[in-house]
């Protein structure tokens, strides 16, 4: 039975109410073959952790919106419509401002589905893709090489890394997660992926590509950290601590092991915050405004000057427990009372067992 709402009609005096259908919150596909299930308004405003006027601002302002809108219906988003907002919210996150990101999202959406339809029709091909796509990594590998060898999710995950599907990267990713768990997916999935794309960045295109993915993962990771639900016990702030030298370019330019465990920790109960701060001033303005009880610093390869930092954090925060990971624990002397963090497993057991 469809769930009703009451609404007085517009001008009546009396007591007569009409009732109305509630929004559903999910809607099978129409049976476009670009269209898969689609979200209301007030569930992806949820997904994305802004409120649905800020959605219908975007589509207002910048013309980012549902695809299809009948008049007189309610706005319904497709798969590809959530994917355009998920790269605008990594826009934003990463500085642009609306405009901008709007902007970026626009014209990356339109880059996938051009390459998409460039690409020749193979039959007996992976289902691996929502929108009626099929992905075959056979046919996608040539600019690189080394993963004939590799489970059917990787070489599906890098056929679509190549083909810059970012709907069927999604969906190959939160697939993993529910059968796999977060860490599983991580280290099984798309870390092989990353290290294969890394090592055949041989040509523009495919550093292109590379990038593309990059920013995806970026952008899901983002999302799964926000949908999690808040967990229990003591709070833990995670910090990329910024580098003393901005002049190095960074191993990781995305973040995506800092972001992943963030995703990690979040989907594991762990009330876990989260800041990319881009000076020490406002390090320090994240400990005092989150107030926790566990801050694991990320390190930087290039470096920081960690003792001052220690002794700033515990001025502003006194009883914290400490932990530290990222490229630049193998670089930094660190006090015996920072715990170095391992694999993104023991990361997650070493943040809850102090939590």
């Known amino acids: 039975m469809i769930p009703f709402r009451v609404e007085r009609p517009r001008g009546a005096g009396n007591d007569v109410r009409v009732p ?3 929004e559903p919150e999910t809607q099978p596909s129409s049976g476009s073959p670009d269209e898969g299930p689609t979200i209301s308004v007030s569930a992806l405003a949820r997904k994305l ?3 649905p006027s800020t959605l219908r601002t975007w589509d207002r302002r910048y013309g980012i919106g549902p695809s299809v809108h009948v008049q007189g219906s309610h706005r319904r988003y497709t798969p590809r419509d959530v994917a355009r907002l998920e790269c ?3 826009a934003l996150d990463g500085g642009a ?3 901008e990101a709007a902007r970026y999202a626009i014209n990356a959406m339109a880059t996938y589905s051009s390459e998409s339809d460039r690409r020749p029709v193979v039959k007996n091909l992976g289902d691996n893709s929502v929108n009626g ?3 075959d990594p056979s046919n996608l590998l040539s600019p690189f090489s080394g993963l004939g060898g590799a489970e059917a999710s990787v070489r599906n995950l890098s056929g679509a890394l190549l083909a810059r599907d970012v709907v069927t990267i999604r969906r190959i990713i939160v697939r993993a997660v529910a ?3 977060f860490s599983s997916m991580w280290t099984t999935l798309v870390v092989p992926v990353l290290e294969w794309a890394d090592e055949g960045r041989n040509s523009d295109a495919a550093a292109a590509s590379v990038r593309v993915f990059a920013e995806c993962v970026a952008g899901i990771l983002s999302t799964m950290t926000l949908d999690a639900p808040i967990g229990g016990g003591g709070r833990v702030l995670l910090v990329h601590v910024p580098a003393d030298s901005q002049d190095t370019v960074p ?5 995506l092991e800092f972001r992943a465990l963030g995703a990690a ?12 701060p881009l000076c020490r001033s406002a390090l320090l303005a994240s400990v005092t405004n989150a107030e926790p009880d566990v801050i694991v610093l990320w390190l930087p390869a290039a470096g920081c000057a960690l003792p001052s930092l220690l002794r700033a954090i515990r001025r502003r925060r006194t009883g914290l427990t400490m932990l530290a990971g990222g490229p630049g624990c193998r670089t930094q002397s660190l006090p015996r009372s920072i715990a170095v963090l391992g694999t993104l497993d023991e990361a997650v057991d070493a943040v809850t067992a102090v939590t």
Do not use: C, F, I, W
């Not at 191993?251 to 973040?255: E, I, L, R, V």
């Not at 920790?265 to 990319?276: C, I, K």
């Open 20 to 22: 109305q259908p509630a």
């Open 49 to 51: 952790g802004v409120a």
């Open 88 to 90: 605008m919210q990594h």
């Open 97 to 99: 401002n609306s405009a």
């Open 133 to 135: 796509m099929k992905t």
């Open 179 to 181: 059968e796999r768990g």
């Open 251 to 255: 191993a990781d330019p995305y973040g």
């Open 265 to 276: 920790l979040a989907t594991a109960s762990v009330d876990t915050r989260m800041a990319l």
